[in-house]
DNA sequence: CTAAATTAGTTAACTTAATTAACTAAATCT
DNA sequence: AGATTTAGTTAATTAAGTTAACTAATTTAG
């Protein structure tokens, strides 16, 4: 039995649409060639002729994952102005789109970046690139916002793997150990601006 | 060709190690029975005589694991006092055993703990008893306490990550951003103690 | 000291996933 | 209308995990 309408035919897009849908269905094992094409009711090979194999159909939902995370700060961010507002609502915003979409989180920060991948690391890169120019008015040297940079996303992209991973199991809210967290790294950025450098 | 004497056969910690070995040369995707069966020369069913299966198998090498980073840590926490070391001894110490062994760190960070598990759960909160303990020192409500322990594991960890992940590329020191981030972090915890509880 | 019971291994067979190759027929283009 | 593309198909290969049935060396009990 042949092929449909070409209407009807599928795009890599909905190839990536129906994996991303299995990954939050059935978490990361259904990430796969197999699982994919069932979903879309298709035999697997089909899927080859959208997305080459395994590795690039996980690649292809990793880059869809990170547009989605950059469109769902710069939503939640829309008319924020002050940094240290704006600091806050960003790593809100992470933990929550972590919490919606735990799967998703996953795959987005287990993706490995290649510094040669000329797709990725920009895409990466301009995600990450609000954090510099909400640490720009702090008014740090280079290298310190470097650093800033570093540790502020160190700190809540760790907070959510640990909190993720089942291992934050003490009696206090987490939602509470969260906003202390973020409350004392604006603080740790102010102390970095202060140092001398050694 | 039965099986060989009862001295030569293999214990379960001979199948982990092995298994450990296999992780360490290739990576997180030789975690298998089948895999592991070859480097011990035997048949893969033959594992299941000391581990029953794969998920079996990529428990206990987590907890072996984590067994080790615990005695790495004490190793070189030994004879230090002073919290503020402490707390820097142990941050490079953890960095230090990413580094050294990048897959066991990855699985050891991935092993999802469920709150039920006798096993683990007491494992690894024993093992992240040390941080209790030294900040203590800083006198801290309990509260308090753990909000600090949280948010230092989050960044430590955190940053080794990102670190891993390749995602760390600015032209800047990694070495010298993790010392910032230790120093910085120390500040934080001192804020913390300092804050008014809303 | 022999006979029974254990048990660490085996082989054989099944399932599922990824992948490649060869094929088919609907849609498009001249 | 006929040639070409191409989105799907089926068939076959490889590899992993798993179960079941078997085997023979070791241990243990009488």
Chains 1, 2 share one sequence.
Not at 18 to 38: F, P, Q, T, Y
Request: proline content about 4%; charged content about 25%; some cysteine.
């Amino acid at each position: 039995m042949g092929r449909p309408t070409k209407e009807n035919s599928l795009t890599p897009q909905d190839v990536i649409a129906a994996a991303i849908a299995c990954l939050d269905r059935e978490g990361e094992s259904a990430l796969g060639v197999n699982r994919v094409a069932r979903e879309l009711g298709i035999k697997p090979p089909a899927i080859y002729k959208h997305l080459d194999g395994n590795a690039a159909l996980r690649r292809a939902v990793a880059l869809s994952i990170w547009q989605q995370y950059a469109a769902w700060c710069r939503q939640r961010l829309n008319g924020v102005n002050s940094p240290c507002e704006m600091l806050k609502v960003g790593g809100h915003a992470t933990r929550e789109f972590a919490r919606s979409y735990p799967p998703r989180y996953r795959v987005m920060m287990q993706f490995q970046l290649y510094s040669e991948d000329t797709v990725a690391a920009p895409l990466i890169r301009e995600t990450l690139d609000f954090m510099r120019r909400v640490l720009q008015s702090y008014d740090l040297s280079e290298a310190k916002l470097i650093d800033a940079m570093r540790m502020v996303n160190a700190a809540i992209n760790g907070f959510i793997a640990v909190e993720q991973a089942g291992l934050l199991t003490l009696e206090r809210s987490t939602d509470a150990s969260f906003e202390v967290m973020l409350d004392a790294l604006i603080v740790a950025i102010q102390h970095i601006r202060d140092a001398s450098v050694e």
